[in-house]
């Protein structure tokens, strides 16, 4: 028979209470609890009595779903942080914290059009492809990086076509994945895997939460460190072959 009544203060409410307080099913609370998602309740007679915890874990789950995480992915975390909610919460934030410290901004499909000096649709198909632009409809689009919208106009403005210097960023991007992807394994073998050996101790969480929070600057940097040293050698290759083909009256002239 399921209890009803005054919803009771939070260190004791039954499941229907727990459901009427959080705007779940009763069901939705049972198989939570049978994922292993939430803890047991305190069972007083024959009644389960559900408190603060739980409430806690309820709206946990919840953030962590709005974050794109499964039910699964999310026991996994509750069961690695050895039940800390608030380890759990603020070490997904951290690893979904965007890298990107610039903000998006809208822009017109006639703006597009005059900055790249084409409305042909195929350039926004791939602008849209390479995550560059996102679709709002009624001829809107949000620009994901201003940044590097404003490269894009200064290469029009060097007479490079729109169709080349996407071709570019989608070779970029290929190397950013490499490259992203390099960081990430770092991470896992070098700071995760042994913190997982150890048994994943709960007072380790803010040292594994920091060390993520710290390669956010020094992948960046590190890349466009790398990458100024690369420039300088593939200007001096390039041109220094360009040079090579001059005729040599030419380059006497020169």
């Given at each position: ?13 039954t499941?229907?209470?727990?459901a ?24 007083r007679?024959?009644?389960g009595?559900?408190?603060?915890e ?12 709005a ?24 070490f ?28 042909d ?41 729109v169709?080349?210097?996407?071709g ?34 709960p ?5 594994v ?27 001096e290759k ?13 380059r006497?002239?020169g």
């Amino acid at each position: 028979m399921r209890e009803t009544g005054p919803v009771a203060d939070d260190d004791s409410l039954t499941i229907d209470q727990l459901a009427q307080r959080t705007g779940m099913t009763v069901r939705n609370i049972r198989a939570h609890q049978s994922r292993g998602l939430l803890p047991a309740p305190e069972v007083r007679g024959r009644t389960g009595f559900y408190d603060r915890e739980h409430l806690a874990r309820i709206e946990l789950i919840r953030e962590l779903q709005a974050d794109g995480f499964n039910l699964d992915l999310i026991r996994r975390l509750l069961d690695s942080s050895g039940g800390s909610s608030g380890e759990v919460l603020r070490f997904t934030r951290a690893l979904r914290e965007p890298f990107a410290e610039e903000e998006p901004r809208l822009v017109e499909v006639g703006e597009l059009a005059k900055r790249w000096g084409t409305s042909d649709p195929s350039v926004l198909r791939r602008a849209e492809e390479l995550g560059l632009l996102r679709p709002l409809g009624e001829g809107r689009y949000e620009e994901v990086s201003p940044r590097l919208g404003r490269a894009g106009a200064e290469l029009a403005d060097l007479g490079i076509p729109v169709k080349r210097a996407l071709g570019v960023v989608g070779r970029l991007r290929r190397d950013a994945d490499h490259a992203a992807k390099t960081f990430a394994e770092l991470f896992v073998e070098e700071v995760w895997k042994p913190f997982e050996k150890a048994g994943r101790p709960p007072e380790r969480w803010p040292e594994v939460r920091d060390a993520l929070e710290r390669l956010r600057p020094l992948a960046s940097e590190s890349l466009l460190a790398v990458f100024q040293l690369a420039m300088d050698d593939a200007v001096e290759k390039t041109f220094g072959r360009e040079l090579a083909r001059m005729p040599r009256e030419s380059r006497r002239r020169g």
